[in-house]
């Protein structure tokens, strides 16, 4: 029995503006019509021997990880909430210690998120390829064949052949190396770019971890027996995980191991860390552009352009990057795009909620659009699906005004209940218990003005919520 276990706790800050920490890369349509973490669960369905995936996230994507499965009809066999990143290794330890839990001793088949793999069937045939390898103990790495002298990658080194399986014992792993190391990497044919997917037996993982990172899985095993459990999530102990040691699964375990080997793959893999990586697996036109959304293109050559809410032009330029959303516009040279990070980290230090959030903010009930904002007021564009409703709720700062502007609303205000449909408004004033419910078979949209002394998102007190969330959480 194979259990993927789908890491799904990156932030994809190379990916701005389009990525933010609150809706992160994985969680985009960015390749096809899919999103990248639907892509991945649908990558292993097909395996006969495979499982339902977990997943690790974080804690705040948790009701986009359950939506986005559920809208491809796969039920996940558990996701598992981090309350801090934390890295992969405590990641991949929490699973396996997971899955020992339910009383087997299963295969667990890592994957990121937010990969590309061209070649389906050639990844399920390797899989399998290398399940003796993994019922034999050894920890398999999946090695990438270089196609070019790659500096934005770590790179394995095999040893010596196993037998007649194609899979090497690991030589060593090493770091990104600099332009000229890299060719001398890609011209002795014995590297392979490392890929961050791996394969093992849950019980060979922690022994090894044990052995080379014993504080790790003290630390993991405490945060898994003090979280808890509800009807959809597996939440860990804030406390116990914190303390848990920052490593990746490379350092902690496979770099030190002596049961390490990798598999070498040929099947158009790309991790998709920078725009420059996205007009590389993209369908290009007769000049070499890759366009998204509303583009209009004159003498413009080998360039990615993406139009999330307006119209975007270019004329008479080559090798950029544009990236256009509501509140940012990103415009780059191809090959300066993994500086991209660096825009974020200023936004952060400044404290700018671009660097964060969209303008466009989803919640399990739907989603809202910020469209103004000023001292003392906003105004927001919220749409509830069907069947949904957000918490009952009180603010001490802010009163708010709705106006229905499609479909039908329930709200509660105080002891009333009432319905208000389309051309017709209400008032919430500060400090009375509210409900917006949506009990129509079409979306409700409605226009919310704000208007207090402070608009945070964390002035909400919550009396009851449908979704388990608490005061002041998303």
Known sequence: ????????????????????????????????????????????????????????????????VAEQLRAIGIHPAAVILEPIGRNTGPAVAIAALHAQNAGADPILLIL??????????????????????????????FGIVPTAPETGYGYIKAGVPLDESEVYAVDRFVEKPDAATA?????????????????????????????LAPAMLAACQQALSAGRADRDFLWLSRSAFTACPKDSIDYAVMEKTDHAVVMPLTVGWNDVGSWSALWDVGERDADGNISRGDVISVDTHDSYVDATSRLVATVGVEHLVVVETSDAVLVATKDRVQEVKAVVDQLKASQRPEGRNHRKVYRPWGCYDSIDLDQRFQVKRITVTPGASLSSQMHHHRAEHWVVVRGTARVTRGEEVFMLTENQSTYIPVGVRHRLENPGKIPLEIVEVQSGSYLGEDDIVRYDDAYGREKGEA
């Open 1 to 64: 029995m194979i259990i993927p276990v789908i890491l799904s706790g990156g932030s994809g800050t190379r990916l701005w503006p389009l990525s933010r920490e609150t809706y992160p890369k994985q969680f985009l349509p960015l390749v096809d019509e899919r999103t990248m973490v639907q892509n991945t669960a649908l990558r292993i369905v097909g395996m006969s021997d495979a499982t339902a995936p977990m997943v690790v996230c974080n804690e705040d994507h948790r009701f986009m």
């Open 112 to 141: 990121p998120a937010d990969h590309v793999i061209a070649d389906v069937e050639g990844f399920r045939a390797a899989v399998r390829q290398v399940v003796p390898h993994a019922e034999a103990g050894r920890l398999i790495t």
């Open 183 to 211: 060719q001398r990497y890609l011209d002795s044919g014995d590297y392979y770019w490392n890929s961050g997917m791996f394969m093992f037996r849950a019980s060979a993982f922690l022994a090894e971890l044990e052995r």
